[in-house]
């Protein structure tokens, strides 16, 4: 079965800084789907960006953008010019193209702290 | 266009009772997830449905059911409710069945129990 793991469950960063949020995860799959989602206190998760494994290329989405390393099993996030509306809980997911069952495996979450 | 929507907002009951929870996906999607995140966790699976189909169920009793409707709305049904059910139970929708596509949540449903 896949896992997916977060091992920071809270990181704080200045305002303007940058920030990088780490994920792993576990598969005996060649082909799926990584997303990282953001969960303000309003409680609406957000797909903030998404990287298909057979892509070597990096998902870049403005200041959001992932460092995928296939062989390591690593998918981490990384905020430049972190501002105070990014502060929320950031889930890291997985989902695979080979099952029929499609559902998300997510890790437990971290708690980003934006400070002014 | 409107978002996936989810009602109610907010749920108590006690133990042993049943409740109901309603998704209205976003227009023109006919995928429709449901997930229960408790508290400080991520999500977890629970359901999906696609065309009226269930394509995918969790880890989770039989005390847990759902349906989608002809219009793609959906329900989640649990029965004999106890503490642990306490939860906020999130509905998703995509466009179609394809893994690529990603899912788009509700701002979820907060179920209390006493």
């Known amino acids: 079965a896949q896992t997916v793991t977060q091992s920071q469950p809270e990181m704080s960063v200045q305002e303007a800084e940058t920030v990088t949020l780490s994920c792993t995860y576990d598969?005996?799959?060649?082909?799926?789907?990584l997303f990282w989602y953001k969960q303000p206190p309003s409680r609406q998760m957000i797909l903030v960006i998404r990287?298909?494994?057979?892509k070597q290329q990096n998902a870049t989405e403005n200041r959001f953008s992932v460092n995928f390393q296939k062989a390591a099993k690593s998918f981490s996030l990384k905020i430049s010019d972190s501002q105070l509306g990014d502060a929320a809980m950031y889930f890291c997911a997985y989902r695979s193209a080979m099952d029929s069952n499609y559902q998300l495996i997510w890790g437990a979450g971290t708690k980003l702290i934006i400070k002014p | 266009d409107a978002g996936v929507t989810q009602s109610p907002t907010h749920l108590i009951k006690t133990r042993g009772q049943q409740v109901t929870l309603r998704c209205s996906p976003i227009s023109g999607h006919k995928s429709v997830s449901w997930y229960q995140q408790v508290l400080g966790q991520g999500p977890q699976f629970i359901f999906q449905y696609y065309e009226k189909e269930e394509r995918g169920r969790g880890n989770f009793p039989d005390r847990f059911s759902a349906r989608q409707f002809p219009n793609y709305s959906s329900e989640l049904n649990v029965n004999a409710l106890l503490l642990g059910d306490s939860a906020l139970y999130l509905c998703a929708s995509s466009l179609d069945d394809i893994p690529s596509q990603p899912q788009h949540f509700g701002d979820g449903t907060r179920l209390s129990i006493l």
């Open positions: 990287q298909e494994a057979y």
């Open positions: 598969t005996s799959e060649s082909d799926y789907y």
